[in-house]
C-alpha cells in the first residue's frame, strides 16, 4: 500500500503539468488515472501540496509507521465511508441536486459503489495487519508538528497581511484585508454571506500566501512522520563488549576495528556472540561493514537490528559489506548491490622489484634521496605530546576539507584505548613531519588503513616512501595483509582502459572523472591501483528497490560527501575512553583469538567421521611413523620381466596416496601414488577377511595407506600388488580437487600453498646447489659464517690471511638487500632479532598465495663471494659465467649500472651490503627491471671506514682487520630469488630440472634393504 500511495503522490506532480490546456494531453487520459487511483481512495488532485503530502504518507507507509497506517485508514477509508453515508442519505431524501450532480452516470453509480467496497475491504485488511506496523513516531512528534503549523501559518498570515496593503485588490477596509489574510492562510476564501468579509484581495497575494501555508503544513506533516534520531550511542560496556568480540573473531573483516567508533549504536545478538553495529542518517539505519563475532550468530544480530530499526521507523541499509557480509544480509532479506573495491596489500606478494612497482619505487627512491625518514610506531609508543602533534597536523593538512570517513574510519585520534593502532611517519632532512599513516589492527596478522595526512608542501613519493617502508617493516613482524583505500565504481575505471572497452564505459567513466574533482573517485582508484594489490569487493545493501535512494543518501551524508545545513564538517567528538575501557583494551590486547571452527562440507564431516570409527575399532587413522617402504618407482623397475600372471616370489611394501579407487563386490582396485610413480593395489576379501571390510568402510580418495604383498601381472598386463595386509598411515579430510590441473592419477591434494611453499623449498635450494657448484668450479672456497655483519668481518680477514677465493650463503634476516642502512642500524637488528623470534613461532607464515612461494623464501637467499686482488672488471666476467651456466637467462639484454645507480631512471634506494657502508665501486647486473646480481670493490681505508659509521663492538672490529693491512677485493652477491624469477620469465626449465635433481639425489642417498629382499 505505501508503495501505491509514493506512486500517486509522484502522479499528483506529473498531473500539474499535464493539466494545462497547453500541455496537449487529452483531459480523459489524466481523468482516467486519477479514477484508476480513486478505486482505492487516494485522492490525487494535481497540485504539489497533494503530491507532497501522499509522499509522506506512502514513505511512512514503507517503513511500517503506526501514525500514517491509521491516517490512510481514517483519513481516506473511513472518510470516503462517511462521505458514501452523506450521498446515500441525501440521495434517498431527494435534497437539492447534489446526488444528482455526484452520481448523474451508471459509471458513477458502479465506480461509487465499488470504492465504498474497497474501502470496508481495505478497513479490515489494515485492522488484521495493524500488529506489523510497529514503527513510532519521534517522542513528541505531535507537539513539535501542531508548533511548527501554527507557527508557518501565522507567519503566512503575518506575511499576508502586509501584501494585502500593497495590492488591496476589492477589499478596502484595513481590517477587512487582514481578516481575508488570516482566512486565506487557514484556507479559507471570501464569505458572500458575511458582510464584512466581502470581496478578495489580489489572486497573486492569495496564491502566495496559499504557497506559504501549504509549505507549513507539508514541514508540520514531515516533522510528525519522520523516524526518531539515535540517541542512544555505544557506551563503556558496549564497547568492551564489542572489542572483546573483535579479539576473538576479528580476523575476517578489516573493517572490524571500526565498529568501535562511539558515534555509533550497537545491537547484539541473542547469545551475545555477535552484533551490528549502526548510525541513523536521513531516516535510515545505517549499518557499517559486516556483522562482528561468531558468524553462526550473525543472523541473530542482524535480526535483532532489523526489529530495532523497524521498531523506529529506520529504513535498514549496510555500507561497505564485504562478500560474507553482504551474503549474510542477503539472506535476511535485503538486496545487494556491488559498489567499489578495497585495496589490500599482500605482504608476501609485495615485490618492489617488480616491472608493475617500478613507478612505486622511483617514487620511494626520491623521498630518500631527498633525505627524509621514515619510522613506524604503535599509538602506545607515542607520547602524548607526539600524538597531539599528529592531531594538530591532521587538522592543518585538512584545510577547509569536511571531514569524509565512516565505514572506513575511526573519526579519533591519540584515544588510549587505541594503543595497538600503526603510525608511520615522514620526517624531512630538518626533522619537520611531513605526512602520516595510521593503521588500525586487522585481526593479529593484519593493518586497516584509518588516516592519511600528507603537507601540502612535501616532495612527490612521500605517501608511497612510508607504504614501502610499512610492508618492509611488516614482513618481520607477522604482518601479512595491510588494506588501503577504497575506491568507489573502481571496474568503471579499470574496464574503460581495456581494449575494446564499449562506449557507455567510457562514456561512465568520463563522467566518474569529472565527478572525482570533488570526490576524489578516480584519485582513489589510482593511488592504491599503483601498488597491485588485491582487490576485494564491497557491497551495499537496502530493503526495497524504493528506498535505494534512501540508502544512497544515507550513506553520502554519514562519509561526509553530502553535507547538511547546519552540520559542521568536523567529524562528532567522541567521548574520551573511560580508565575500565583503557583497562580492558590492555588486556584484550594480550588475549589469543578464539580459535573459530570451521564450517567443513558434507564431505569432509563424513571422512571425519571415518577416521573417528577407525579410532573406535583400534585402528590408527594417523600412524606415527611407517617403518619400511619400498619406492615404487623401484618396484616396477625390478619386477618389468614377470610375464603375465606371474607372482613375484618377494613382497613388497609400498605407501603414496590413494589417486584411483574401485570397490566391485568381493574386490578393490586402487592406484596409490608416492609422489614419483604409482602403482595398482589388488584387495581380496578371500586374502584380507576383515582387513577387506575395514578397507572398504573406511579408505576413500587421497587417503594415505600403506599397503604389502606380491608383484602380479593382470590379464590386461597392469602390474599389480596383491595386498595381504594394509593399514592407515593419513585420513585426507579434504578430498582432492578434481577440477585440478594436471594428470588425475598423479594429482596431490596437498597443493595451494603448502604444495607451492614445498616446490618453492626444492627449485631454490636446487639454485643454490648450482650456485656453489659453479663458484666452486672456479676455484672459490666456502665459509659459514653466522649473519651479515660477521660476513663483513669475515671477508676482510680471510683477505686479510691471503685466502683466495672463497663464498658463503646467506639466508633469511642476514640478507637486507635494498633497505638503507645507516644510523639506525640498531633498530634494523632487533627488528632482525624480532623476525626470527616470529619465525620460531609460526607467525610468519606464507600467506595463501602459492603463485610466488617460490621466490618468496628464495628472496631470502643470497650467495655472496669474495676474490681479493680481482677488480670488479673481473669479477663482473665471473658472475656472467656462473650466471649462464647455473641458469637458462639470456644476459643479451643485460645492463651493468655503476655506482648503484637506479634500476629504472634515478638511484637504488639503499644499500645492499650489512649494516656499514663498505662498498667504493659498485655495479648492478640488471635483467627487465630486475637486479640479479651486484659487484662492489670493498673499502679497506680503516679511516674511512671508521668515520662512516658510528663507532659500536661491530664497526670497531671491523676497523681493527682493516688496521692491520687488506689487499683490494672485490665481492659479489647474487639473489636466488631474482634469478629464479628471470629463469621463470625464459621457460622456467632449470627449475624443473632442479627439483629432479634433488628427488634423484635423495632416491640414490637412501636406504636400503640387505639379505635377500632385491629391493
Same mark, same amino acid.
Request: one cysteine or more.
Given at each position: ?69 491509521? &491516517? ?101 477596509? *484595513? &481590517? ?91 545491537? &547484539? ?92 619505487? *622511483? ?72 605526512? &602520516? ?579
Amino acid at each position: 500500500m505505501g508503495r501505491i500511495v509514493v506512486l500517486a503522490g509522484l502522479w499528483c506532480i506529473i498531473a500539474v503539468p499535464l493539466s494545462l490546456p497547453s500541455s496537449g494531453v487529452a483531459p480523459a487520459l489524466v481523468d482516467w488515472v486519477n479514477r484508476g487511483f480513486g478505486l482505492l481512495n487516494i485522492p490525487t488532485d494535481a497540485n504539489l501540496f497533494t503530491g507532497a503530502m501522499l509522499g509522506s504518507i506512502g514513505s511512512a507507509l514503507v517503513v511500517r509507521k503506526r501514525a500514517a497506517l491509521w &491516517f490512510v485508514a481514517v483519513g481516506f477509508q473511513g472518510g470516503w465511508l462517511l462521505a458514501a453515508l452523506a450521498v446515500t442519505v441525501l440521495r434517498t431524501a431527494e435534497v437539492g441536486a447534489v446526488p444528482k450532480v455526484l452520481l448523474d452516470t451508471p459509471v458513477e453509480v458502479v465506480l461509487f459503489a465499488i470504492e465504498t467496497v474497497v474501502a470496508v475491504v481495505l478497513l479490515w485488511v489494515f485492522w488484521r495487519v495493524r500488529g506489523a506496523f510497529t514503527a513510532r513516531v519521534a517522542p513528541r512528534a505531535l507537539r513539535r508538528s501542531v508548533l511548527a503549523l501554527l507557527v508557518g501559518i501565522a507567519i503566512s498570515a503575518g506575511i499576508g497581511i502586509v501584501l494585502s496593503e500593497l495590492a488591496p485588490g476589492s477589499l478596502h477596509d *484595513r &481590517f477587512v484585508r487582514a481578516e481575508w489574510a488570516i482566512r486565506t492562510a487557514f484556507g479559507l476564501g471570501a464569505d458572500p454571506d458575511i458582510e464584512l468579509i466581502r470581496g478578495t484581495g489580489d489572486p497573486w497575494v492569495a496564491t502566495a500566501i496559499g504557497a506559504m501555508s501549504t509549505a507549513a503544513l507539508v514541514y508540520a506533516g514531515w516533522v510528525f512522520l519522520r523516524s526518531s534520531r539515535l540517541t542512544d550511542f555505544v557506551d563503556t560496556d558496549d564497547e568492551i563488549a564489542v572489542r572483546t568480540l573483535l579479539a576473538d573473531y576479528g580476523e575476517n573483516d578489516s573493517l572490524g576495528y571500526f565498529a568501535t567508533r562511539r558515534d555509533k549504536a550497537v545491537v &547484539f545478538s541473542s547469545d551475545r556472540r555477535a552484533a551490528v553495529t549502526y548510525c541513523v542518517e536521513a531516516g535510515a539505519s545505517l549499518a557499517s561493514a559486516d556483522p562482528i563475532g561468531d558468524e553462526a550468530s550473525w543472523p541473530s544480530a542482524i535480526e535483532q537490528w532489523r526489529r530495532v530499526a523497524g521498531h523506529h521507523g529506520w529504513e535498514p541499509a549496510v555500507l561497505s559489506a564485504s562478500s560474507r557480509g553482504a551474503e549474510a544480509y542477503r539472506r535476511a532479506g535485503l538486496r545487494v548491490l556491488s559498489i567499489g573495491d578495497e585495496a589490500v596489500i599482500e605482504v608476501s606478494a609485495f615485490d618492489i622489484d617488480a616491472a608493475a612497482l617500478r613507478p612505486v619505487k *622511483r617514487a620511494a627512491a626520491r623521498i630518500e634521496r631527498a633525505g627524509y625518514h621514515i619510522d613506524r610506531r604503535t599509538h602506545a609508543d607515542l607520547d602524548a605530546d607526539d600524538l597531539r602533534s599528529l592531531a594538530d597536523a591532521a587538522e592543518r593538512w585538512r584545510g577547509d576539507e569536511p571531514e569524509r570517513g565512516f565505514s572506513m574510519a575511526l573519526g579519533r585520534l591519540g584515544d588510549p584505548a587505541d594503543g595497538r593502532c600503526v603510525v608511520v611517519r615522514a620526517t624531512d632532512a630538518t626533522g619537520d613531519l611531513r605526512a &602520516f599513516l595510521s593503521f588500525v589492527p586487522w585481526g593479529r596478522r593484519g593493518l586497516s588503513l584509518d588516516l592519511m595526512r600528507r603537507d601540502p608542501d612535501a616532495d612527490n613519493g612521500v605517501i608511497e616512501a612510508m607504504v614501502c617502508s610499512l610492508v618492509d617493516t611488516a614482513r618481520h613482524v607477522g604482518i601479512d595483509r595491510i588494506s588501503l583505500n577504497f575506491a568507489m565504481f573502481r571496474e568503471v575505471f579499470s574496464d574503460s582502459e581495456r581494449i575494446g572497452a564499449g562506449p557507455v564505459v567510457r562514456m561512465t567513466a568520463s563522467l566518474l572523472t569529472a565527478a572525482s574533482r570533488w570526490w576524489q573517485l578516480e584519485t582513489l582508484y589510482r593511488s592504491s591501483a599503483k601498488y597491485q594489490p588485491r582487490w576485494e569487493p564491497r557491497f551495499l545493501c537496502f530493503s526495497e528497490p524504493l528506498q535505494l535512494n534512501r540508502a544512497l543518501l544515507a550513506s553520502g551524508i554519514a562519509e561526509g560527501f553530502i553535507a547538511l545545513p547546519g552540520r559542521s564538517s568536523r567529524a562528532m567528538p567522541q567521548p574520551a575512553s573511560s580508565p575500565a575501557l583503557v583497562a580492558a583494551a590492555a588486556e584484550l590486547a594480550q588475549r589469543r583469538p578464539r580459535r573459530v571452527d570451521r564450517r567443513l562440507p558434507p564431505q569432509a564431516e563424513s571422512r571425519l567421521s571415518k577416521a573417528a570409527q577407525l579410532s573406535a575399532v583400534g585402528l590408527a587413522p594417523y600412524a606415527t611413523s611407517v617403518p619400511w617402504r619400498h619406492p615404487i618407482a623401484e618396484v616396477r623397475e625390478r619386477f618389468v620381466h614377470l610375464s603375465d600372471g606371474g607372482v613375484s616370489a618377494w613382497e613388497v611394501t609400498v605407501a603414496g596416496r590413494i589417486t584411483a579407487l574401485r570397490k566391485m563386490g568381493k574386490a578393490c582396485f586402487a592406484v596409490v601414488d608416492d609422489g614419483e610413480a604409482s602403482i595398482q593395489l589388488l584387495l581380496a576379501s578371500d586374502r584380507l577377511d576383515d582387513a577387506f571390510g575395514d578397507w572398504t568402510r573406511f579408505v576413500d580418495l587421497g587417503d594415505l595407506v600403506v599397503a604389502t604383498g606380491p608383484v602380479v601381472f593382470t590379464r590386461t598386463g597392469e602390474m599389480t600388488i596383491a595386498v595381504d595386509r594394509w593399514s592407515m598411515v593419513a585420513k585426507c579430510v579434504t578430498p582432492p580437487d578434481p577440477s585440478a590441473p594436471g594428470d588425475p592419477g598423479r594429482r596431490r591434494p596437498d597443493g595451494g600453498p603448502v604444495g607451492g611453499l614445498v616446490e618453492g623449498l626444492v627449485a631454490s635450494a636446487a639454485v643454490t646447489r648450482r650456485l656453489c657448484a659453479s663458484l666452486e668450479s672456479q676455484e672459490f672456497v666456502r665459509y659459514e659464517v653466522s649473519d651479515a655483519e660477521d660476513w663483513e668481518w669475515t671477508l676482510r680477514s680471510l683477505s686479510a690471511l691471503g685466502v683466495p677465493r672463497f663464498y658463503t650463503v646467506l639466508h633469511g634476516d642476514d640478507t637486507q638487500g635494498g633497505h638503507p642502512e645507516g644510523p639506525h642500524a640498531e633498530g634494523r637488528r632487533g627488528e632482525r632479532a624480532r623476525s626470527r623470534d616470529a619465525d620460531a613461532r609460526g607467525t610468519n607464515a606464507p600467506g595463501a598465495d602459492s603463485q610466488g612461494a617460490d621466490s618468496q623464501g628464495a628472496d631470502a637467499l643470497e650467495v655472496v663471494a669474495a676474490a681479493p686482488y680481482v677488480g670488479t672488471e673481473a669479477i663482473r666476467t665471473i658472475v656472467e659465467e656462473v650466471i649462464v651456466h647455473v641458469a637458462d637467462v639470456d644476459l643479451r639484454e643485460a645492463t651493468w649500472l655503476a655506482d648503484g645507480g637506479d634500476i629504472d631512471s634515478g638511484a637504488v634506494g639503499g644499500d645492499i651490503g650489512g649494516p656499514i657502508r663498505t662498498a667504493v665501486d659498485r655495479f648492478d647486473l640488471v635483467v627487465d627491471g630486475q637486479r640479479l646480481a651486484t659487484v662492489e670493490a670493498i673499502i679497506t681505508d680503516p679511516v674511512e671506514q671508521s668515520g662512516r659509521a658510528e663507532s659500536d663492538a661491530s664497526v670497531d672490529r671491523l676497523v681493527e682487520v682493516l688496521e692491520r693491512g687488506v689487499p683490494p677485493t672485490s665481492t659479489l652477491r647474487i639473489s636466488v630469488g631474482a634469478l629464479m624469477r628471470a629463469e621463470r620469465d625464459d621457460g622456467g626449465s632449470r627449475d624443473e630440472r632442479g627439483e629432479r635433481e634433488l628427488l634423484d639425489e635423495r632416491d640414490e642417498g637412501g636406504a636400503r634393504s640387505g639379505g635377500q629382499d632385491p629391493l
